[in-house]
């Protein structure tokens, strides 16, 4: 079955720390990756995506993302999280013409 | 650059009353994604068309029903609306990025409250 987990409900951290989200998939053929954020009623902004060739891939916001095949990961990762990065995250795996399968997302809270 | 357009923004019915969310893709891209984001949530895929035509169906109710029309545009609509239908609708439509690779371009959503 299709599906992404993204392990962690909740995440704390303090601003000037770094970030890693986590997220694992299930897809039966090659998956294109995507991390998506979203404020809170706002709608999903691209944060990166990952569909073929370098496995470290840079996003917008200074984020990147690493897919790791061998244990079906692709975990987003900021060096120094700021005040502003606040939100819900969420991990999304497709097949190109196909639909978009989201994780339950990761709501990042971000202290001063 | 065009984005998707969705209207309305906001949309507040009563239960049992229907409702038309609508979609406009960005120029020239054919096909056209509608995702359920109830609160809390995470986006859940509803139907999608390819060339005016059905090409994929997810966990959509039998009281919705979606078409897309000869200028791509799509509309969902929803009848005998229930308190759970109360979510963010996103639309989405596919084209090809930077990269060349398809990938989906987000609307802004229609926030539909049933009260």
């Known amino acids: 079955a299709q599906s992404v987990t993204q392990p962690d409900i909740h995440i704390t951290v303090s601003e000037g720390a770094s970030l890693e989200l986590r997220c694992n998939y299930s897809y039966g053929a090659t998956p294109y990756l995507f991390w998506y954020v979203q404020s809170p009623g706002q709608g999903l902004q691209l944060l990166l995506k990952?569909?073929?060739?370098?496995?470290l891939v840079q996003g917008i916001k200074g984020f990147e993302a690493e897919f790791k095949r061998s244990q079906s990961s692709f975990n987003l990762r900021k060096p120094s999280v700021h005040w502003s990065d606040a939100a819900e995250y969420f991990c999304?795996?497709?097949?190109?013409?196909?639909?978009?399968?989201f994780g339950a997302g990761t709501r990042l809270a971000v202290h001063p | 650059a065009a984005g998707v357009i969705q209207s309305p923004r906001h949309l507040i019915k009563e239960k049992r009353e229907t409702a038309t969310l609508k979609c406009y893709p960005i120029?020239?891209?054919?096909?056209v994604y509608w995702y359920q984001q109830g609160p809390g949530q995470d986006p859940q895929f509803l139907i999608s068309?390819?060339?005016?035509?059905?090409?994929d169906k997810g966990s959509i109710p039998d009281r919705f029903s979606a078409q897309q029309f000869s200028d791509y545009h799509s509309e969902l609509n929803m009848s005998s609306l229930e308190l759970g239908d109360s979510a963010l609708y996103f639309c989405a439509s596919l084209g090809r990025g930077l990269a060349g690779l398809y990938e989906q371009y987000f609307g802004p959503g229609t926030r539909l409250t049933v009260t």
């Open positions: 999304a795996v497709s097949g190109g013409y196909n639909k978009l399968i």
């Open positions: 120029p020239r891209h054919d096909t």
């Open positions: 068309f390819y060339e005016k035509m059905q090409s």
């Open positions: 990952y569909f073929s060739g370098d496995t």
